[in-house]
C-alpha cells in the first residue's frame, strides 16, 4: 500500500504530523517522503496512480491565485485508485464531494479540533458568568469600584442556567465539560434525539427559551443554507439585560444589525465573537468599537500544540482502518448535509 501527503505547506504537515505520528504511518505502507503540492499534479499526472491513501490538513488543495486551480472532482484524475483521505482538521467540505464521488472514504479530525473550541466556550462561560469581560475594562480605566459592581450584579456559577444552540460534536462535548458545574443546560438542535438529551443531561427547549432563560448562550450550529441569519433580532431582544453571547460557530448565522441593536438597546448586554460575516468584519464595523462586544480573530480551535492532536486522531483511524477495526470518524456523504 502507498500513501502520499498532499498539501499546499510543507510546514504546516510537519507541525500537523510529528515524526513520532509519521513512523506509525511509515509501519504500515509506503510514504512518499516529500510533500506534494497541488501545484505539482497536473505536471506529474500518472504518478500517483497507485496510491492508496492521501493524508492532509489545512491546505490540501489550495494554489495560489495564479496557479491552475485543482478542485475535488480532479482527484480522481491524479489518484484513481484512492480508498480514503485522512485529514488532520475539521471540516472537509472543500474537497469530501470529489472524494466520495470516486467511491473513496473520508476521515477527520473534526472530534480532535472540537476538543480546544470547547475548552474556549467553557472557559468563556465561567468567565461570563462573572461579568469578567466588562469588569476587566471598567477596572483597566481606573474605575476600580464600577468594576466591582458590574461583577457583583452577575450570578457567577451557581444555579444559573447556560444555553447550547446546536448539540453537534462541539455543542456536546461543551454539554459533557458543564456538568461538573452546577448549571442548568438549555439546548436547541431539532436533530438531537430525546435519549442523546438525557445522555448529555440538557433540556431540549425552543431557541425562544433558550434567549430568554439562559443567562449564557453559545452557538454552535453547522454552516449549511438553512441556518444563514438564523438568529436574529427576535431572538435577541429576548436576551436578558446582563445576558451574554458567545459565538464560535461561524458569523453567518448571526444577523449582525440585529446582535447590535439588541446590545445598544441593552448595554448591560455582552457579545463574545470569535467569528465574524465577513471575517474579519468591515473596517468601520460598530463591532470594532461597541464597549459590550468583545473580538477574537477566530482563535478557538486547534493552535500551537494543539494542532498535532488531529494528526494523531487520524492516524489512529488510518491504523484502524488498515487494521480491518471499527473506525470513528468517517465524514459519509449524509453527515455533509447537516456538518459544519
Keep these: 500500500m502507498k500513501a502520499i501527503f498532499l498539501n ?42 497507485d496510491v492508496d491513501f492521501i493524508f492532509s490538513t489545512w491546505g490540501i488543495l489550495s494554489v495560489p491565485t495564479d496557479a491552475e486551480k485543482v478542485t475535488p472532482e480532479m482527484l480522481a ?12 482538521a475539521g471540516t472537509v467540505k472543500s474537497f469530501a464531494k470529489g472524494v466520495h464521488a470516486q467511491g473513496a472514504k473520508v476521515f477527520s479530525a473534526w472530534a480532535a479540533n472540537a476538543v480546544p473550541v470547547a475548552e474556549f466556550i467553557v472557559a468563556q462561560i465561567i468567565l461570563a458568568n462573572t461579568g469578567y469581560f466588562q469588569s476587566a475594562v471598567i477596572t483597566k480605566g481606573g474605575k476600580w469600584g464600577d468594576g466591582r459592581k458590574i461583577a457583583d450584579k452577575m450570578p457567577h456559577n451557581y444555579d ?24 442548568e443546560v438549555l439546548a436547541h438542535d431539532p436533530f438531537m434525539s430525546a435519549e442523546k438529551a438525557a445522555d448529555l443531561g440538557v433540556k431540549s427547549v425552543s431557541l425562544e427559551e433558550i434567549f430568554s432563560e439562559c443567562f449564557t448562550i453559545s452557538n454552535h450550529l453547522p454552516d449549511i443554507a438553512k441556518t444563514k441569519n438564523m438568529l436574529n433580532y427576535d431572538l435577541f431582544k429576548l436576551m436578558k439585560p446582563n445576558g451574554n453571547f458567545i459565538n464560535t460557530g461561524r458569523g453567518a448565522q448571526v444577523r449582525e444589525y440585529d446582535l447590535i441593536r439588541a446590545l445598544v438597546e441593552e448595554p448591560g448586554r455582552t457579545a463574545l465573537l470569535d467569528v465574524t460575516a465577513p471575517e474579519p468584519p468591515k473596517p468601520l464595523s460598530p463591532l470594532f468599537t461597541m464597549p459590550n462586544i468583545f473580538l477574537t480573530p477566530h482563535i478557538a480551535g486547534s493552535m500551537g500544540n494543539e494542532v498535532a492532536r488531529m494528526g494523531d486522531y487520524v492516524t489512529e483511524e488510518f491504523l484502524a482502518f488498515v487494521e480491518g477495526k471499527e473506525t470513528r470518524y468517517e465524514v459519509t456523504p449524509e453527515m455533509l448535509e447537516t456538518m459544519a
Excluded: H, W
Design 8 to 49: 499546499s505547506s510543507d510546514t504546516m504537515i510537519s507541525r500537523v504530523f510529528t515524526e513520532a505520528t509519521q513512523a506509525k504511518i511509515r509501519e504500515k505502507v509506503e510514504l512518499l517522503p516529500e510533500v506534494v503540492k497541488p501545484t505539482d499534479l497536473v505536471a506529474r499526472k500518472g504518478e500517483f496512480d
Design 77 to 88: 484524475d491524479y489518484f484513481p485508485n484512492l480508498r480514503a483521505v485522512f485529514y488532520g
Design 160 to 183: 444559573i442556567k447556560v444555553g447550547l444552540i446546536g448539540c453537534g460534536m462541539i455543542g456536546s462535548l461543551v454539554a459533557r465539560m458543564l456538568k461538573s458545574y452546577s448549571f
